[in-house]
C-alpha cells in the first residue's frame, strides 16, 4: 500500500478513535494488523500462517509454538488495559507537545503516578526509529546544557543537573530548518562530539560550528567543515549576529517544551528519551494529520521489544552513548491482506 491514509489506516479524529477502539479486542485487532500486515508469522521460526487459539493467541503449525500479538513488543505482559494503552498513546501523540505522566495520570485515571510515568517512557522508548536517515546537506552543531529543576527538590538542590546536549539540526536556504537530532553528551572533547557528529551527521554534509577546537578535525572525517567565528564572520562581510541560528532556536524549543509540557520535572539520567521525543516531534511539526503520529507510535511499538520497569529506573546515569537500537521487522501496513492468509479469522 502507499502512504497511509486517514480515516482508513487510522483515526481522523478523537471520536472516530472512540468508536473504533471500543474494547481491547479492538485494539488487538488493530495491533494485529501492524504487526502481521500480510497474517500472523510466527515470531519463534518465522512461519507464515497459524491458528487463532480460543484465547485468542496464535499457534504455529510449523514449530508448534504458541505467540500472542502483543508478546515480544512494548505492550508484552501488561497488566493495563490496551484500551488505556491506546488512550494514552493517542493523548501522547495527538497533542502538539505531548503530555505529561502527571497529565496523564489525571486524564485516565490511572491508580499510579508510577504506571503513567512508565507508560510514557515505554512509548517514548520507541521513537528511536532503526536504521534512520543521518542529517544531509548543511547542518550546524553545537552543544549547550539542558536540563532543570527536578520535581520535589526544593533550595538550591532545585536547580537540578543540567546535561551537556549535542544538537544538530538541518538548515536550508535562505532561511528555515529542516530535521534535528540531539543527544547528552559526556564533555565537549573531541572524544565526544566526533562521535556525535558521525552518528548524526551524513558524510559529505557541510558541518557549521562554532569553531570549538572540539570541533577540529571533522574534516578528516568527510565533513566539510565551516567552523565560524564572530572576528571571521567580520572580516567577511557578515552582520556578526547569531551564527548558529538554527541550533540556538532548537535548544530553546527544547527547553521551552521541557519546562512546559513537563514543568522541568526531568532528570538527567531520562534526558536523552525526552530529546528523543521532542525531537520526532519536531521532525513531523509539518504533519498535517495528529493520527498519523498515532499510528507511528503505535507501528514503531508492535515491533519494539519490551521495555522492563527496572531497565527504565535502572539508568540512573545519562548514558554518553545510548543503546543501540534493534533492527525493526516492521512492515507498511496493508488492508489487502488475503484471506487466505488468515485461516483463524472468524467472522465474530
Ligand atoms: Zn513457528
Known sequence: MGYPRAGKHYPRS???FLSWFRTDEDCLDYLEWLRWPSGFACPTCGYS??????????MCPDCGGRSSVTAGTIFDRTRTPLTVWFSACWLFASGKDGISALSLKRTLEIGSYQTAWAMLHRLRSVLVRPGRHRLTGTVEVDETYIGGK??????????GKKVLT?????????RGFGRCRMRPLADASATSLHPFVTDFVEPGATVTTDGWKGYSGLEN????HRPRSQRADRASGGDSGDLLPAVHRV???AKRWLLGTHQ???DGSHLASYLDEFAFRFNRRRSRSRGMLFYRVLELAVTHEPVRYKDLVANRRARAVPP????????PPSLDRQPADRPWRNSG
Open 150 to 159: 527536578e520535581a520535589g527538590l526544593s533550595g538550591g538542590r532545585a536547580r
Open 324 to 331: 543501540i537500537p534493534s533492527r525493526g521487522t516492521g512492515h
Open 251 to 253: 535548544a530553546s524549543l
Open 166 to 174: 549535542g544538537i544538530a539540526v538541518e538548515v536550508s536556504d535562505p
Open 221 to 224: 572525517l568527510g565533513y566539510i
Open 14 to 16: 478523537y471520536g472516530e
Open 264 to 266: 522541568g520535572s526531568v
Open 49 to 58: 500462517g497459524g491458528w487463532r487459539l480460543s484465547d485468542g493467541r496464535f
